[in-house]
């Protein structure tokens, strides 16, 4: 049988049914406000009122909108975001996943707080999440910032403030284990010691390049199979974020205060060390003054480890990290070469633009697949 | 031609930027980052157009000495030979002329890609040790040469981050450095 979460698949092949209804073009601010009046109604509340509704910028694969709501429950008006779907993007995840998850580890680390959630777009037309507002920055408001949702941005003198909280937090979320009255309906959890927790990853991604293979890529499906030949062993399941990096967690100026972290959508329970291989990559990190790399533009990559090994008591094993690095670059390429030029010559994306010329990278991707497996380097 | 293409995208890029976003609601975000990754993409176009015929023709050889490579060293049990034969059939209804337009010559590129991803897949089912180990070292030294081609000609995107290692497009056209 072939390990895939129910879920994940679901998704996948929801997607692929609702590709032929495009194009999808972006929400006008009109059409979002009946979307959420539809929902709120429904939810039964009274005296709704919806105001401030603006489309937030950044991010390649969610629209999303900021708004303040009051209502007969809650006549105080308090700010929310909904985050929706587009028919298709870079990525197909879950609103139901990520509620799920966000309200479970409420208690772990700093995460938005869950307001709703219309997991097949019932009310709002397309699957959404509604969290409350959090106050913070995903980058320092300093006119020199540049790069596309964090990636390649320089943290300047926050660099020494967020660094330690970054590492905290992330093996506050690895080592989080107290998930058994939460529901996690949507999800699956490998058996510990088995190689499940990298085959249902490597399933669930699989299933994504069958639909959304434009062109083959003979990397890709060699590395599928490399991938699936030299799965390790992952002795103690936990919760992977799956995108932790500079630009997906906000912080408070001037304090550097972490106060928030955000896109939990890739989240899954596996292998800490594919977090970890993604936190390495080089796209999201960055050179310092001294020409040294720095991971995620926070720290260079030797102290990260050490970092991580002695807050978390875990043991990096570097043949399985290689083999996770080796994933994540399959994964990214899939995104890259599949999902965005799929999305991209279907027009079913608010952002076609962007993920056709985030698409352009996958070749990156490849490169470093053949690094790795070639065992010439890491990425970073 | 008269305009010409380049002509024709660098008006289209001053109007774009000289004209349509100075004129955007400074509240739409959205519409201001998709002026400016309009302005992007015709800038990267106009690196590209011109040369998508050698391009697309180098792409079209590099596969096609993969899959010619990957025949010669198939060995294994049913779906190893199967799916060598129907690449090696493909191989050999390739035209003597191909098509003159990038597009044209890529559906060829495509149509070999399929049938070396069977033989890829096949290896995995039941080919021999020894055609496995040539498969690996084959398929990464494709990978290798023909990725970095790729990177070179989408280097103007700004995303790679060793984009100031790679060569330039011209030179990449014609070095058989990224040659299979």
């Given at each position: ?7 994940v698949q679901y998704i996948t092949e929801r997607k692929a049914a609702k590709r032929k209804h ?46 303040w709501l009051s209502h007969d429950q809650a006549p105080e008006k308090k700010r929310y975001i ?299 | ?180």
């Amino acid at each position: 049988m072939l390990l895939i979460e129910p879920r994940v698949q679901y998704i996948t092949e929801r997607k692929a049914a609702k590709r032929k209804h495009g194009p999808y073009y972006p929400r006008t601010i009109t059409h979002t406000e009946a979307a959420l009046l539809r929902l709120f109604g429904a939810r039964g509340f009274k005296n709704i009122q919806v105001s401030g509704l603006k489309r937030m910028t950044g991010g390649a694969s969610k629209e999303q909108f900021a708004f303040w709501l009051s209502h007969d429950q809650a006549p105080e008006k308090k700010r929310y975001i909904l985050r929706m779907d587009p028919l298709e993007g870079i990525t197909e995840t879950c609103r139901l996943r990520e509620a799920q998850v966000l309200r479970a580890v409420a208690d772990v680390v700093p995460v938005p707080p869950v307001f709703d959630v219309d997991p097949e777009g019932e009310y709002l037309g397309q699957p959404g999440l509604l969290i409350e507002f959090v106050s913070g920055v995903t980058k320092p408001t300093d006119p020199s910032i540049t790069g596309i949702s964090g990636i390649g941005s320089n943290c300047g003198r926050y660099t020494d403030l967020l660094a330690p909280q970054f590492v905290e937090n992330l093996t506050k979320i690895h080592s989080w284990t107290d998930w058994s009255n939460k529901d996690l309906s949507a999800y699956v959890i490998p058996r510990a010691n088995t190689n499940e927790a990298a085959l249902y990853q490597l399933n669930g991604w699989a299933l994504t390049w069958a639909q959304d293979k434009v062109e083959p890529v003979p990397m890709i499906t060699f590395v599928e199979n490399w991938l699936r030949d030299n799965a390790p062993l992952c002795e103690v399941p936990c919760l992977v974020h799956c995108d932790y990096r500079l630009g997906n967690f906000m912080f408070e100026e001037p304090s550097g205060k972490i106060t928030t972290i955000l896109d939990w959508e890739l989240a899954h329970f596996g292998d800490f060390h594919e977090d970890i291989a993604w936190i390495l990559q080089k796209l999201f990190g960055g050179w310092n003054d001294k020409g040294e790399f720095l991971v995620c533009n926070l720290m260079p990559r030797d102290k990260f480890l050490e970092d991580y090994q002695r807050l978390s008591g875990r043991t990096i094993n570097l043949k399985t990290l290689r083999y996770y690095e080796v994933m994540n670059a399959w994964k990214c390429a899939i995104m890259d070469l599949g999902s965005a030029i799929m999305a991209g010559q279907n027009c079913n994306s608010h952002q076609d633009l962007l993920i056709t010329w985030v698409g352009s990278t996958g070749a990156v991707f490849l490169n470093q697949m053949v690094e790795l497996i070639r065992g010439q380097k890491h990425v970073a | 031609m008269l305009p010409d293409i380049d002509n024709r995208i660098n008006n289209l890029i001053k109007a774009v930027e000289k004209t349509i976003a100075p004129a955007i609601d400074p509240e739409n975000g959205l519409a201001q980052e998709q002026a400016a990754l309009v302005v992007g993409h015709l800038k990267m176009l106009n690196t590209q157009w011109d040369k998508a015929y050698l391009f697309e023709r180098g792409s079209f050889d590099n596969m096609v000495s993969l899959a010619r490579q990957l025949a010669a060293a198939a060995e294994g049990g049913q779906h190893v030979v199967s799916t060598k034969d129907a690449l090696a059939a493909q191989l050999d209804a390739l035209p003597t002329e191909l098509p003159p337009t990038p597009s044209g010559v890529n559906k060829y590129t495509i149509a070999i890609g399929y049938l070396v991803d069977d033989l890829i897949n096949a290896c995995y089912t039941d080919g021999r040790p020894a055609f496995k180990t040539a498969l690996a070292e084959l398929v990464l030294n494709y990978g290798e040469k023909q990725a970095t081609r790729e990177r070179i000609w989408f280097n103007a995107n700004g995303l790679d981050p060793d984009k100031a290692k790679l060569g330039s497009i011209d030179d990449m056209l014609v070095s058989d450095a990224y040659r299979v």
